[in-house]
């Protein structure tokens, strides 16, 4: 079935999914939850503190008891995109329940979805349900119907949060080598305390180093950013998402200076426009920013194409989103590390049956990920409220 507006998604060079479009799903249940998973430990980064995950999830059930779930990674609060919780699970009940007709054809379905204007992370998460029940129906999750081969092993990488005191840092660095990973991402931001920059020069032929400012660079914080050319690696997101003028005068004053991109591509147009424009060194890639799979498999299949270097980012997801994440990052053979540390650094219990584990060299396994289920009992704790909506033919 050729998706109206989205023929790419059927001329994909890396993958067909016209067999998987024309499945049908007979409905039972949709439950929207309204979970929230205690951390460990607080997280700080530009953006917010954070104590707890909260997080919208999907549950949906067909008539042969088949269960898929899908996760929304938009935060709590309105602050690192304008979506959150609440107003994800208002946008689901008033606009994409009453939709919903006994058997939904998936093709027909996803493309009545991009009906909806914004909102990437919600839909994002129902999106994921659908395709995780498919996965549970047939045994073929749709990134199996991908063409070339991967990895077996998903590299994976840390970031961490800001730290109070070089000694702080030091010992978050020590545990996080010991640990395995593959890459450190340091979340950083203008006028942050200046006795942590000497640390990350002291490590500079360590490991691999990144850096991510969450946007919070500005014009005038342009000298500041010299400091951080010398790591030689990709710096995420420097500038406000719409700041193309900052960027442009950054690149001017440091040529050395190179730019992951994180909430600037929302789109695969954004990246085509960044591309052709020249400014485009990495991107971090999330699905749920930029409205789910479909539209991240669009974005991998051009980055593939023009040798944009591309990874998987997180928004330190549950197990659910985590290990639909692990499974795209297997796509991409050649990335350093992705964000996709395992949930038991940030929560104390997990919603998975087996909770996903990263080897002492710093990978997470494929087959894991795809082996992935949701602890029923568990995921009830931590449900806040719920709103269920019974299919009746
Ligand atoms: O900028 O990549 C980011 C988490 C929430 C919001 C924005 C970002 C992040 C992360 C988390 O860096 C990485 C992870 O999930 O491990
Ligand atoms: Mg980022």
Redesign the pocket.
């Known amino acids: 079935m050729l998706l109206k507006g989205t023929a790419s998604i059927a001329t994909m060079s890396s993958i067909n999914l016209n067999v998987y479009l024309e499945k049908v799903i007979s409905l039972q249940t949709i439950e929207i939850l309204h979970i929230e998973v205690p951390q460990k430990e607080v997280f700080q980064s530009a953006?917010a503190m954070r104590k707890a995950r909260e997080a919208m999830v999907v549950r949906i059930m067909d008539t042969d008891g088949h269960v898929g779930y899908g996760e929304s990674s938009a935060r709590p609060d309105p602050y690192?995109s304008s979506e959150f919780v609440d107003a994800s699970m208002t946008l689901i009940e008033k606009f994409i329940l009453p939709h919903l007709e006994p058997q939904i054809q998936v093709g027909e379905f996803l493309q009545w979805l991009k009906k909806i204007r914004g909102w990437p992370f919600t839909v994002a998460g129902f999106e994921n349900a659908i395709h995780d029940l498919l996965a549970k129906r047939h045994g073929k999750y749709i990134l199996d119907y991908w063409k070339a081969p991967r990895l077996e092993k998903v590299p994976v990488g840390i970031?961490i949060g800001l730290q109070k005191s070089p000694d702080a840092l030091e010992s978050v660095i020590m545990q996080s080598l010991k640990e395995g990973y593959r890459r450190l991402k340091f979340k950083v931001f203008p006028g942050m305390n200046e006795n942590l920059l000497p640390v990350f020069e002291k490590h500079k032929n360590d490991f691999y180093i990144s850096f991510?400012a969450?946007g919070s660079f500005h014009k005038e914080h342009i000298d500041q950013l010299a400091f951080y050319t010398q790591f030689d690696t990709a710096f995420?997101?420097p500038f406000p998402a719409d700041r193309f003028d900052v960027l442009l005068e950054a690149k001017k004053a440091l040529p050395d200076l190179k730019i992951c991109f994180?909430e600037e591509v929302k789109s695969l147009g954004d990246l085509i426009k960044l591309h052709q424009l020249g400014v485009v060194d990495e991107l971090?890639l999330k699905p749920g920013r930029v409205g789910g799979l479909l539209n991240a498999l669009e974005i991998l299949d051009y980055c593939q194409a023009h040798n944009i270097p591309c990874w998987i980012?997180?928004?330190?997801?549950t197990g659910i989103g985590r290990s639909q994440n692990i499974q795209l990052a297997s796509l991409i053979p050649d990335a350093v590390a992705h964000?996709l540390?395992p949930s038991s650094r940030y929560f104390i219990k997990d919603v998975l049956k087996n909770p996903i584990k990263m080897d002492e060299n710093g990978f997470t396994s494929l087959q894991l990920a795809q082996q992935a289920e949701v602890d029923k009992a568990t995921i009830e704790e931590f449900v806040r409220y719920k709103i269920v909506k019974n299919i009746v033919l």
């Open positions: 953006i690192y970031s991510d969450n995420e997101q994180d971090n980012g997180g928004m330190f997801e964000d540390s």
